[in-house]
T-cell receptor, first 114, second 117 residues
Framework: AQSVTQLGSHVSVSEGALVLLRCNYS??????LFWYVQYPNQGLQLLLK??????LVKGINGFEAEFKKSETSFHLTKPSAHMSDAAEYFC????????????FGTGTRLTIIP | KAGVTQTPRYLIKTRGQQVTLSCSPI?????VSWYQQTPGQGLQFLFE???????NKGNFPGRFSGRQFSNSRSEMNVSTLELGDSALYLC????????????????FGAGSRLTVL
């Protein structure tokens, strides 16, 4: 079985400050991990993914995430927040060989304070 | 390259009615998945279709069904609508072969927002 926990349903940061969104996963096999972003009235957009190889993954819009197997974590970071980063962020896991089923966390709504 | 297209974007139905939602995947993508998004339950997997066959199904009642056509377009149907079916229904497509590693990226459409009165 696979599951995802996102700590903090709401996070607020000042413009220019560090963004840190937390994600912990549970999987019985090596997982594939994803971060998606959702803007109001839109679908989900992929920010980045970890499959194999380098544990520090860089994505779009200056975001990056580090896969830490020992901590079962895949936290999302961005050095300097921008107003346009305000959105809802979802961490997802897939450890199912043979299908495309993603298990999502409950999401973190990011607010940027001017 | 056109993205994933979902129609209709918004619809209102009353309890007991049925609804059909449509999804056109990215050209060349043969896998289509459906998710339900609600404030209370979050994002939940409904089902996945590949080559016109349902490959995986989530934990939803039989009122929720789907199908995929030979051109990879997909539809989902909800019969006997309940108030709790009000949600954003998201379709996603991916480029996968017969055997999926699970590492493929899902590209989502903008969703169909269903309101049940």
């Amino acid at each position: 079985a696979q599951s995802v926990t996102q700590l903090g349903s709401h996070v607020s940061v000042s413009e220019g400050a560090l963004v840190l969104l937390r994600c912990n996963y549970s999987s019985s096999v090596p997982p594939y991990l994803f971060w998606y972003v959702q803007y109001p009235n839109q679908g989900l957009q992929l920010l980045l993914k970890y499959t194999t190889g380098a544990t520090l993954v860089k994505g779009i819009n200056g975001f990056e995430a580090e896969f830490k197997k020992s901590e079962t974590s895949f936290h999302l970071t961005k050095p300097s927040a921008h107003m346009s980063d305000a959105a809802e962020y979802f961490c997802a896991v897939n450890s199912n060989f043979g299908n495309e089923k993603l298990t999502f966390g409950t999401g973190t709504r990011l607010t940027i304070i001017p | 390259k056109a993205g994933v297209t979902q129609t209709p974007r918004y619809l209102i139905k009353t309890r007991g009615q049925q609804v059909t939602l449509s999804c056109s995947p990215i050209s060349g993508h043969r896998s289509v998945s459906w998710y339900q998004q609600t404030p209370g339950q979050g994002l939940q997997f409904l089902f996945e279709y590949f080559s016109e066959t349902q490959r995986n199904k989530g934990n939803f009642p039989g009122r929720f069904s789907g199908r995929q056509f030979s051109n990879s377009r997909s539809e989902m149907n909800v019969s006997t609508l309940e108030l709790g079916d009000s949600a954003l229904y998201l379709c996603a497509s991916s480029f996968r072969g017969q055997l999926s590693s699970g590492a493929n990226v899902l590209t989502f459409g903008a969703g169909s927002r269903l309101t049940v009165l």
